[in-house]
């Protein structure tokens, strides 16, 4: 399980998801985070659900509360992408995505031995 800074709304923050997190997402969502991810499913309602849920151990806030924050900083000029992309890097440094999906995101994490494994898994099927 990795931790993604994310300070967007507040101060030393940052965003993670374990399994039980990641139950939490589904029983809310009705999708798994292999799906979310696979079918490109990262709409608006299942982000603020994900930042509700990946946050929580910074106080507990419904997803209404980030739908209003996301609105306000897209206001400010903040792009949609600067939420997208910690909520995938939080997804796949869960691990629940597999190896190759986590060192796809984190490269600079990858050493030869697991680069020439994920290769011949990818060559063997």
């Known amino acids: 399980m990795k931790k993604i800074d994310f300070e967007l709304f507040g101060p030393a923050q940052y965003l993670y998801f374990d399994i039980g997190r990641l139950i939490q997402v589904e029983n809310i969502t009705k999708k798994g985070a292999g799906e979310i991810i696979?079918?490109?499913?990262?709409?608006?309602?299942?982000?603020?659900?994900?930042?509700?849920?990946?946050?929580?151990?910074?106080?507990?806030?419904?997803?209404?509360?980030?739908?209003?924050?996301?609105?306000?900083?897209?206001?400010?000029?903040?792009e949609v992408t600067e939420f997208m992309e910690p909520l995938v890097k939080a997804l796949a440094g869960s691990g629940i995505l597999g190896k190759a999906a986590y060192y796809t995101v984190f490269p600079e994490e990858a050493t030869e031995e697991v680069k020439k494994e994920i290769k011949n898994k990818r060559k063997n099927g």
């Open 38 to 78: 696979k079918n490109q499913d990262l709409n608006l309602g299942t982000m603020t659900v994900l930042f509700s849920v990946g946050l929580r151990h910074h106080g507990l806030k419904p997803p209404q509360w980030y739908a209003e924050k996301m609105q306000e900083l897209l206001d400010q000029g903040h």
